[in-house]
Every structure is written in C-alpha cells, then in structure tokens.
C-alpha cells in the first residue's frame, strides 16, 4: 500500500470518529433510582452506626486487656478501634471519596 493512500485512508477514519464524546449522569433513565438512593443511604447509616458498636466493643476489650495485663486482649483491642475508625471514614466519606474520584476522572 503506498503512503499517499496509507495517509488518506487514515485521515478518512479520523474524520469519520467523532470529535467530542459526553456523557453526563442521567438521573431520571431508570425506573427505582430513588429507591436505590434509599437504599444506599440506610445501608449507610447501618454501616455508621455498627461502626460505633465495633468501637465500643474494641474500646472495651482494650481496657480489658490493658487492666488484666494481658498484651495480646489489649493489642486486638487496639486493632479493632483502629478497623473501626477506618470503618466508620469509609462509611461516612464514601460519597465525598466518589464524588472526588468522578471530578478527577472528568478533568482526564
């Protein structure tokens, strides 16, 4: 195939692809997108407040540990304060952590 044609054929692709593609969130395309909105939101709330629980409890087997001297009761105590902090930020800032995530995915 010589270039001239090789170069033509090309631009004729480049001319038939479109220029600009958007595709923004459509709110209203599916049926149950309230429903689904509410959903989230209680699955949330759930995750929220058995976070806290969790800190309790590991609050509790901490000081247990650390009163009856026992290092391992009061290093898992430890852990289980620190996954339940993580817990509860992840549940509480997941629509911020997306929402950032889709603007930096916008400006790309």
Do not use: Y
């Amino acid at each position: 195939m010589p270039v001239i044609d090789l170069i033509h054929t090309t631009a004729t692709i480049i001319g038939v692809l479109p220029a600009d593609i958007s595709v923004p969130p459509n709110d209203t395309g599916l049926p149950g997108i309230e429903a689904l909105r509410t959903i989230v939101g209680a699955i949330m709330t759930v995750g929220l407040i058995l976070s806290v629980l969790a800190l309790l409890v590991a609050a509790i087997v901490w000081g247990f540990g650390a009163h009856s001297s026992n290092p391992h009761l009061a290093g898992r105590g430890k852990t289980g304060v620190l996954v339940a902090c993580g817990a509860a930020a992840l549940c509480g800032g997941a629509v911020t952590f997306i929402n950032f995530f889709w603007n930096v995915g916008q400006g790309v």
